[in-house]
């Protein structure tokens, strides 16, 4: 298994990196661009690349310029301007090769994504816009980091809402298995919650947190608060026992024992056959915001 960097231990590569930029660009464009290949994107085929203002962003221009000499349709759909000399030097370039470059915009019919946004200069609160992207099956290269990735905890967010019994102790799917056809939607800024169960009835609202509690989690100690309002009286006709709702008061705290979820794409795909045309799977996104 390939080693992955913590955003500080990539800040300090960053620093310690003394060599020129401009070339350096290059070179992480280039690597980007032959990835983005191997995933598919060849002499024809449509990449969209979604670019930051950052040297993030740079790399993506970078890329975008040697997949267009490759002969793919490419475009570069851009959050911001560039900002930082160097990626304006790589925007400039990519312009200058017919590489077409336009504002970000809705998600479209594409055959690979390049993820150029943020690398690893972001943690949760993304815009609408960006998180659109987030969600496909078309297969995403990410310079750096992917875009929503915590790389010190994970996944944005994961986990961070938790069940504890009516002994204050953690309840999950382990013991109530139902707790697995329950759907979720979390969103940061403003904060909000939604869940589906599976009758679907709906309960969704702003985020009021309570009385703060401690719970024993995998031989450590989590601190939250309780939410208010009906998500535990719901929640406990659901799992016929009181049960209480409670939200981490740090991102990544509730990881369970296992730092490693391995789906198959084969149970992917089956899974796709069984669903509703309007369900959306991606084997990325198999770790939940609900515990």
């Known amino acids: 298994m ?29 690597a980007v661009a032959l990835a983005a290949a191997r995933a598919g994107a060849g002499y024809g085929k449509r990449v969209v690349v979604l670019a930051g203002p950052g040297n993030n962003g740079g ?14 349709d490419v475009e570069v759909q851009a959050l911001a301007p560039p900002k930082t000399t160097e990626a304006i ?21 594409s055959d690979v994504i390049v993820d150029a946004l943020f690398g690893g200069g972001t943690r949760s609160g993304l815009p609408d816009s960006v998180t659109a992207w987030m969600d496909t099956e078309v297969p995403v ?18 986990r961070r809402f938790y069940l504890v019994d009516q002994h204050g102790r953690l309840l999950t799917q382990r013991q109530v298995g139902s707790l697995v056809q ?24 702003p985020v009021e947190l309570g009385e703060e509690v401690s719970t024993p989690m995998w031989g450590r100690t989590v601190s939250g608060r309780v939410l208010v309002g009906d998500w535990s009286r719901a929640l406990s006709a659901f799992c016929q026992q009181p049960v209480t709702l409670v939200r981490s008061d740090e991102p990544g705290q509730c990881y ?15 899974l796709r056959r069984r669903a509703p045309p309007s369900v959306s799977l991606d084997s990325r996104r198999f770790r939940p915001n609900f515990v």
Do not use: C, H
Not at 14 to 29: C, H, I, P, S, V
Not at 141 to 158: H, R
Not at 182 to 205: A, H, I, K, N, Q
């Open 2 to 30: 390939k080693p992955v960097l913590t955003a500080d231990e990539y800040r300090r590569v960053d620093k310690a990196y003394e060599g020129d930029l401009t070339q350096a660009m290059d070179k992480a464009g280039y």
């Open 59 to 72: 790399d993506g221009y970078v890329a975008a310029r040697y997949l267009k000499a490759r002969g793919a």
């Open 89 to 109: 030097d790589a925007a400039t370039k990519a312009d200058a090769v017919g590489v077409r470059i336009v504002e970000l915009g809705e998600p479209d019919d």
């Open 141 to 158: 290269i990410a310079v750096d980091y992917p875009t929503g990735l915590d790389p010190n905890t994970g996944i944005v967010e994961d």
């Open 182 to 205: 329950l759907e979720s939607e979390y969103r940061v800024e403003p904060e909000w919650l939604g869940l589906v169960f599976p009758d679907g009835t709906r309960l969704e609202g």
């Open 256 to 270: 369970d024992e296992y730092p490693i979820s391995l789906v198959s794409q084969a149970s992917v795909q089956g």
